[in-house]
């Protein structure tokens, strides 16, 4: 079956996707990463090079000061393998201002990378982190053998600093689909997933996000590869939501590249989807008044954003009431 576009469903339920402000300026530190997962729609790992540099982190700061951004959001590959995380982490730590820190936690039990912990608690940063399922097999299918173990080791050692408990020092764990399916009822796998990790390993956290796996990167490799392509489409497109729709993540945030390219999220910045013409292309040419307004570069990958609860880099867009018994994604 042919799929509609995503631009013709949208104007069969009358939706224009604009951005409304930029509540949220999302930095990615660049592609490297000490995982190659086989979901990344980064395609992210050790050998890739790009990565963003001290200069650009500046030109970042000088915005921040700038501009009344209410979330300072790092990305990647997991960021802490930039060179100047540190530093910027410090910075940041200086302003009053929410800081997210999307990593996948194992690095920071790597010799190298293990002080960070430390800076992460003194400055209160938010962590926000893969653990795409609650059984140890299907986590390890999708990130590598030993990375279950390796999250359990480390959440235990986050807890002990006030990491999930304290309430300034905020973690959030993220699920995604092991395979070519919707994810569960986030309310139903956030109880699930404290249930196990309480009762098996004696570790907390605050909330769980659910996240659709985007057709894009690698995961749009596995779902060609394994012939799952058309029928993943054919369920993005079958679950649209307008509701979720309405308010996907790209309506008040705003992604940079390593190299210094504003686009409308992450999975535009990663197939290159860039925006609109008429509007600033680089943080040189920044302009809040032209950028905060502006209408969205869409193309099909976005159902992904907009299927069953809808899917963004917080979660669920619509929490639905939990619904008992209702399956593990
Ligand atoms: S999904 Fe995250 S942890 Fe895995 S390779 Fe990509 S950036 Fe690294
Ligand atoms: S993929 Fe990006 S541009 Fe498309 S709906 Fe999602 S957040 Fe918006």
């Given at each position: 079956m042919q799929t509609p576009s995503f631009e013709s469903i949208l104007e069969k339920h009358s939706i224009s996707l604009r951005?409304?402000?930029?509540e949220i300026f999302q930095i990615n530190m660049g592609k490297m990463c000490n995982l190659a997962c086989k979901h990344c729609h980064v395609e992210a790992?050790?050998?890739?090079?790009e990565i963003m540099n001290r200069e650009t982190l500046e030109k970042c700061l000088k915005l921040i000061d700038k501009h009344n951004f209410k979330t300072i959001d790092l990305t990647g590959g997991t960021p802490e393998v930039n060179p100047h995380f540190r530093w910027f982490i410090s910075e940041l730590g200086k302003r009053q201002k929410e800081v997210l820190v999307r990593s996948n936690?194992?690095?920071?039990?790597e010799n190298e990378y293990s002080d960070m912990v430390e800076l992460l608690t003194k400055n209160k940063i938010t962590l926000i982190a893969s653990f795409?399922?609650?059984q140890k097999d299907r986590t390890d299918k999708q990130r590598g053998n030993g990375v279950y173990d390796g999250l359990i080791n480390i959440i235990r050692i986050l807890n002990n600093l006030g990491y999930g408990i304290n309430p300034e020092l905020k973690l959030h764990l993220v699920h995604n689909p092991v395979g070519a399916y919707l994810p569960g009822n986030q309310i139903v796998l956030e109880q699930e997933y404290k249930k196990v990790l309480q009762n098996e390993y004696g570790i907390q956290f605050n909330s769980l996000y659910c996240i659709t796996n985007m057709p894009i990167g690698r995961y749009l490799n596995f779902l060609k590869s394994s012939g799952n392509y058309e029928s993943y489409m054919e369920e993005l497109v079958n679950a649209f939501n307008p509701a979720a729709a309405r308010n996907v993540m790209c309506v008040n945030t705003l992604s940079i590249s390593y190299d210094g390219f504003l686009y409308d999220c992450d999975f535009n910045q990663m197939i290159n989807l860039?925006?609109?013409?008429?509007?600033?292309?680089?943080l040189d040419d920044f302009d809040l008044e032209k950028l905060a307004g502006r209408e969205i570069s869409i193309e099909d990958h976005c159902f992904g954003c907009t299927a069953g609860s809808g899917s963004s880099c917080g979660g669920a867009i619509q929490l639905e009431p939990a619904v008992a018994n209702a399956p593990m994604g």
């Open positions: 951005a409304r402000e930029i790992g050790p050998n890739r090079k936690l194992v690095v920071l039990l795409p399922h609650i860039k925006l609109k013409n008429e509007l600033p292309q680089h």
